[in-house]
C-alpha cells in the first residue's frame, strides 16, 4: 500500500490497549491517536445488548466529537453452563464495586457443580470502526477455553487466572503477554482488521473514509 499515513483515533483511556492497537498497525498506513491526544476524556455508557453495539456506541461518539474515523472494542467472557454469562456484564459480573478477584470466586462459585467440558468458554472481542459520515465495521474474534477449578498463574488480569487456553496449555495468566497475544480474542478481532485494511477493497473504503494527516495532504 503506499497511501500516505491516514489518521484513526482510539475511543479507549486505556495505554496498554493504545499500544496494543498501534503493534497490530504496524505497516499499515494509518495515523492512530489516543482519543485525549484528540480532546475527547470522556466515553457514553456502554448499555448495549451486544458488544458490537457496545463498541459502536464508544467509536461513533468519538468519530463526531473528533472528525476522524474511530476504533473502538467491547470483549466479555461467555460460560456454556451459564447460558453465555457474564457476557456484555464481564466487567461488572457480580455487581457493582468488586474487584477482579471477587468477580473471579463469583463465577467460580456460579460454577460449583459444574465438571469437565461443560466448564467449556470462550473470550469474545468485537472491533467496530466508524466514521462521522456514519460508514461502520465490525470485526470478531474468539479464543476458546475451558474454566479451571480455581486461579493459576499470576499475569494477566480480570478472568485470565481461571481461564485455561487448550491451544497454549496453560491458563491466559500463566502465558506471556507475547502468548496470549497469539491467541486471544482481541488480537484475532485485530488480524481480521488489518487482513480488511491489507485487502483491495480494505484499501479503498478506507481512502474514502478516513483522512489524512494535514501534513501528509
Known sequence: MTHPPYK???????????????????????VLSSAAELGVTRFPEETGAGYEENALVKAAHVALETGVAALADDS?????????EPGVHTARYG??????GERMAHLLQKLKQVDGEARAAKFVAVIVMATPGGAV??????????????????????????????????SF?????????????????????????RSEAGAAALGQMTPRPKDEE
Open 76 to 84: 466479555g467472557l461467555e460460560v456454556a453452563a451459564l447460558g453465555g
Open 8 to 30: 484513526l483515533v482510539l475511543a479507549s483511556s486505556n495505554p496498554g490497549k493504545l499500544d496494543e492497537f498501534r503493534e497490530a498497525l504496524v505497516g499499515l498506513p494509518f
Open 95 to 100: 455487581g457493582p464495586g468488586l474487584n477482579d
Open 137 to 170: 465495521r465490525a470485526f470478531r474474534g474468539e479464543s476458546e477455553g475451558v474454566i479451571l477449578e480455581g486461579p493459576r498463574g499470576t499475569g494477566g488480569f480480570g478472568y485470565d487466572p481461571v481461564f485455561y487456553s487448550p491451544e497454549l496449555g496453560k
Open 173 to 197: 495468566a500463566e502465558a506471556s503477554l507475547e502468548e496470549k497475544r497469539s491467541v486471544s480474542h482481541r488480537g484475532r478481532a485485530l488480524a481480521a482488521f488489518v487482513e480488511w485494511a
